[in-house]
T-cell receptor, first 112, second 114 residues
Framework: QKEVEQDPGPLSVPEGAIVSLNCTYS??????FMWYRQYSRKGPELLMY????GNKEDGRFTAQVDKSSKYISLFIRDSQPSDSATYLC????????????FGKGTRLSVIA | KAGVTQTPRYLIKTRGQQVTLSCSPI?????VSWYQQTPGQGLQFLFE???????NKGNFPGRFSGRQFSNSRSEMNVSTLELGDSALYLC?????????????FGEGSWLTVV
């Protein structure tokens, strides 16, 4: 079993839809959970990160972590064509020097 | 505040050659990590440097090496290039704060091995 599993998509939604992106992970030592957005031929851009379980909201984006089921979600409200990108979840351990472990990413297309 | 700067952005090398990639982290960040991104394997961790010392290493062969300078700038080197080394190489700079570490990526160096 891979440490982080993410449905690669592609996921295609109409503009204005609510998008749900999900990851599962196997390592119970993960404590920080990052979401990155990557546009084509660009580096990943940090969207949000959460610590341990719970929700975190930032504008149209909400990150949710359920450590009991090892499930990570990112919700995008009122999706826009500019949200079309690959979304990568990346958990990591508590220690400051532990690397990110990335999912393969989900390709999202928001159609105008 | 300038972001993570990587050079060169694009390069083509021949099998057997070696390549050096450069990264300048965000000002004040002392930790620099390198990742390889390929369509098949996704993003994989290569190594991390902190204060000129390698602090962590991923599961890559010894042909992949790196170093960090006293100004936190970092370089990675790949020797005896193979076709499978064609990838996007990403440098990440870490902000270490009380609420945890946040990791920022550069735009990457696209390496094509022919």
């Amino acid at each position: 079993q891979k440490e982080v599993e993410q449905d690669p998509g592609p996921l295609s939604v109409p503009e204005g839809a609510i998008v749900s992106l999900n990851c599962t992970y196997s390592n119970s030592a993960f404590q920080y959970f990052m979401w990155y957005r990557q546009y084509s031929r660009k580096g990943p851009e940090l969207l949000m990160y959460t610590y341990s379980s719970g929700n975190k909201e930032d504008g149209r984006f909400t990150a949710q972590v359920d450590k009991s089921s090892k499930y990570i979600s990112l919700f995008i409200r009122d999706s826009q064509p500019s949200d079309s990108a690959t979304y990568l979840c990346a958990p990591r351990g508590l220690s400051g020097n532990t690397p990110l472990v990335f999912g393969k990413g989900t390709r999202l297309s928001v159609i105008a | 505040k300038a972001g993570v700067t990587q050079t060169p952005r694009y390069l083509i090398k021949t099998r057997g050659q070696q390549v050096t990639l450069s990264c300048s982290p965000i000002s004040g960040h002392r930790s620099v990590s390198w990742y390889q991104q390929t369509p098949g394997q996704g993003l994989q961790f290569l190594f991390e440097y902190f204060s000129e010392t390698q602090r962590n290493k991923g599961n890559f062969p010894g042909r992949f090496s790196g170093r960090q300078f006293s100004n936190s700038r970092s370089e990675m080197n790949v020797s005896t290039l193979e076709l499978g080394d064609s990838a996007l190489y990403l440098c990440a700079s870490t902000s270490e704060g009380a609420s945890g570490n946040t990791i920022y990526f550069g735009e990457g160096s696209w390496l094509t091995v022919v």
